[in-house]
């Protein structure tokens, strides 16, 4: 972990009645490849680091990558990660240069894609009720925003990028 990243908080609503003072627990939802979730835990351990309490949702896949760095862990399914590894995950993510290719898995794909991303939404909202979030932050991907509105819970959806 000693890349460096820069963080983007593209759009936030501080429902927590204050300033991060009042922010203590905190969620950070994000979904994809260990690309996707590592410059997240990063994060995670930055604010951990100025005293709050973090809770990392992903794929179960990581769960050591962020509890090995004393974040609380919110559990979410393999699916994604098993689709994108799948022969037609696979496929889609190289042919790039084939539009006609890339288009045909990518409807294929679509219709998995729909019932997993049920399944994330569903373990973003239990591992969400368990930590009791001030606030979630969370990579779009990860679809939690419209679980916050529902909740009333602030938000911060987030755009992380490697610089290193």
Not at 26 to 48: E, F, M, N, W, Y
Not at 52 to 67: D, G, M, N
Not at 87 to 98: H, K
Not at 132 to 145: C, F, I, N, S, T
Request: aromatic letters at 6%; proline letters at 2%.
């Amino acid at each position: 972990m000693n890349s460096r990243y820069f963080f983007l908080p593209v759009g936030c609503d501080s429902r927590s009645g204050g300033g991060s003072e009042n922010l203590t627990n905190i969620s950070i939802v994000t979904a994809g490849s260990r690309g996707d979730v590592q410059p997240h835990v990063a994060l995670g351990k930055g604010v951990k680091a100025a005293g709050h309490t973090i809770t990392v949702c992903t794929s179960s896949s990581f769960e050591s990558l962020i509890t090995e760095q004393g974040l609380h862990y919110g559990y979410m399914n393999d699916a994604f990660i098993k689709l994108v590894d799948s022969e037609a995950g696979r496929e889609a993510m190289g042919s790039g240069s084939n539009s006609l290719g890339l288009v045909r898995c990518m409807v294929s794909l679509m219709r998995e894609a729909k019932a997993l991303n049920r399944e994330m939404m569903k373990d973003a909202w239990n591992a969400g009720q368990a930590a009791e979030p001030d606030l979630v932050v969370y990579h779009p991907k990860a679809l939690r925003g419209r679980i916050c509105e529902e909740d009333g819970i602030g938000r911060a959806i987030t755009i992380i990028e490697s610089i290193a």
